[in-house]
């Protein structure tokens, strides 16, 4: 019971060349499947997307943000007598000589860990400014408001 072959059986260097090739196909695949299963990297890799995005979102309201401020004080400024423009541009000057004054302190003084969080410190004495003006507003109108 002998069967003959039609084709010549391949010689050893194709065999090798073919294991070889499967090998290397086979190495792909595994690194493949591993990145999807490193749930890790992939989620790092999806918060650098969303920062990325976030950062541009920013920027873009940003502009509009700027854009608008812009027109309102064009608006403001055509409807303000010129008087009350003087004082304010003499009010902004010494807010502006404060502000800088008050930047020098704070550069010399804050510790390092207060400055790195500096946009979070200036937005919280925002809001507690707004809260106590209000507050005070409400005591001189009555409990009208």
């Known amino acids: 019971m002998t069967q003959s072959h039609d ?4 010689d050893t260097g194709e065999l090798r060349a073919k294991v070889e090739q499967t090998r290397q196909d086979l190495g792909e695949t595994v690194e493949a499947l591993a990145a999807k299963a490193d749930v890790k990297t992939r989620a790092q890799e999806k918060a650098v997307a969303i920062k990325g995005q976030t950062a541009t979102k920013a920027a873009e309201l940003r502009g509009q943000a700027v854009a608008k401020a812009t027109d309102a004080a064009h608006v403001l400024q055509e409807k303000v007598p010129d008087q009350v423009k003087d ?6 000057g010494q807010v502006k000589a404060a502000a800088g004054q008050a930047t020098e302190v704070w550069h ?13 410190f200036i937005a919280g004495g925002a809001v507690l400014a707004a809260t106590y003006v209000l507050v005070r507003r409400k005591k001189k109108h009555g409990s009208a408001l």
């Open 7 to 10: 084709k010549p059986t391949a």
């Open 87 to 92: 004082k304010a541009a003499a009010a902004t």
């Open 108 to 120: 010399d003084k804050a510790p390092e860990q207060v400055r790195n969080r500096r946009t979070a």
